[in-house]
């Protein structure tokens, strides 16, 4: 795609970031609930098969995204850190990419996208940006309002649309009630029955995991709803056909092997590109990285994309599909961890630094959602099977990990010591380390 002068009439930038969702959409496969919104943006558009969140976790992965870079690279690695007194500071050429729209002259916005809801697909007329959670040093002035409706005539904008998506469900059995009446009140639809569920191999068919899931897929529903009103929007406003819409989400679903983890369930999303001068009715299956949409963006609004940016411009015609993919994780609240992994065409490898310590290690966030207490009292109680027990309970981890993932779709089946893998494994552990070399990965956190 060639990028627009700045002579020319440039395009309308829209960001769809959605919270804690996997690509659990029609277009992605997804068989028990419908998602026309999202769906038609695919048909009219570019979607993406294996893109992939370099952190899967909300500030790490925002960080990253708005930077155009890894996190580890800038060392914004761990959640929600360099608040405080031990603020972190952008170096040199990097710098969040709102406040390039703005030099660039665009006008810049982060908020639902919708006058009268919230983020959470809400009534509201209460007008609140956006959820930003940025680890770093950062001026609210990158954004000049909540919405795009306070633009200058004819000044193109970069708005980014936050939703809660996955969040809405909850994490109590309360928080379900809530939900299912709300979709029977507020968009006259049943809720998700718990019979179409298909819960991930390790993950018990117990009622409340049943439940949580369809009440998950019901957040689904709620943000195809949400863009579908937005585009809409941008209907009316006659301004559709100038808009690059890309929709993603920011790691998969909050779950016990998804967000926080580097298995498919917490870094595989959904991306979606429709615009003007994007391809119509296309699908690409090469690897990408979240941090790559920062460098598109960019290049679409006409925008010199920085020398330093490890993201690319993914759309450019002279653009080569990457042979790997990285990803990382780091301190999640107070749990401390130090996990990398790379992925090529077939394998996906995963490190871990502190295999003594469980996969499940005691958590504020996840130990306080009904479906981990739920999941540690079926353990207790023997009413989980040998694959649960392994991947979920065991006291340890193994050191590393290697799965055919395109075959092996919950990553089940550690291959890491099977012999006839050895040359694929010592290839890739190759490649992490090159990766942890290049990003200057500085690992742990100090004491301070």
């Known amino acids: ?27 992605y496969g997804e068989k028990a609930i419908e ?15 294996k893109a992939y969140a370099t952190s899967p976790v909300c500030s790490t992965f925002r960080t990253a995204l708005i930077t155009g870079m890894y996190q580890n690279s800038i060392g914004a690695h761990h959640h929600r850190s360099g608040r405080g007194k ?37 009534p509201s007329k209460s007008g ?19 919405d795009w409706s306070k633009r200058n005539d004819n000044q193109p904008f970069f708005m980014q649309v936050q939703l809660h998506g996955g969040k809405i469900r909850g994490a109590a059995e309360k928080h379900y009630e809530i939900l299912e009446k709300r979709m029977v009140s507020q968009f006259g639809l049943k809720p998700t029955s718990h019979d179409l569920v298909k819960l991930p191999p390790y993950y018990p068919n117990d009622s409340v995991l049943l439940r949580d899931w369809a009440t998950y897929l019901d957040t689904v529903r709620i943000t195809d709803w949400h863009v579908g009103q937005v585009i809409e929007r941008l209907k009316k406003e006659g301004i559709v056909d100038n808009t690059v819409i890309i929709f993603f989400t920011d790691h998969g679903i909050s779950h016990a092997r998804g967000k926080q983890f580097l298995y498919d369930e917490g870094t595989h999303i959904p991306l979606v590109i429709k615009g003007p001068g994007i391809p119509i009715g296309e ?13 598109l963006s960019l290049a679409v609004g006409g925008i010199q994309i920085p020398q330093k940016m490890e993201g690319q411009n993914i759309l450019s015609p002279r ?53 981990i207490k739920r999941l540690r009292e079926l353990h207790a109680k023997g009413k989980t099977n040998t694959l649960a027990n392994k991947l979920l309970f065991s006291p340890t981890r193994p050191r590393e990990e290697l799965y055919l993932y395109n075959q092996d779709q919950w990553q ?15 290839g890739l552990r190759k490649n992490l380390a090159q990766w942890t070399i290049q990003t200057g990965d500085p690992g742990p956190e100090t004491l301070d």
């Open 35 to 49: 998602t026309p919104n999202v769906d038609k943006l695919a048909e009219e558009g570019l979607l993406f098969t």
């Open 283 to 295: 699908n690409r299956q090469d690897l990408v990285e979240h941090i790559d949409i920062a460098a």
């Open 319 to 371: 653009y080569k599909p990457k042979e790997f993919v990285f990803a990382a994780r780091d301190r999640c609240g107070e749990a401390a961890d130090q996990i990398r992994s790379v992925r090529c065409k077939d394998f996906l490898y995963i490190k871990n630094f502190f295999p003594e310590r469980p996969h499940l290690m005691p958590s504020n966030y996840k130990d306080s959602k009904l479906i």
């Open 1 to 27: 795609m060639a990028s627009l002068s700045s002579a020319e009439k440039r395009p309308n930038i829209l960001w769809f970031v959605i919270d804690d969702m996997s690509a659990n959409f029609s277009c």
């Open 128 to 146: 609140r940006k956006g959820k930003t959670d940025y680890n770093f040093d950062w001026d609210a002035k990158i954004y000049d309002s909540h």
């Open 86 to 122: 031990n603020n972190i500071q952008l170096s040199d050429g990097v710098r969040p990419i709102p406040a390039i729209f703005q030099e660039a002259g665009y006008f810049t916005c982060i908020g639902s996208g919708l006058k009268n809801f919230d983020f959470r697909s809400l």
């Open 412 to 426: 089940t089946k550690n291959l890491a010591e099977n012999k006839k893998y050895e040359k694929t494994l010592t």
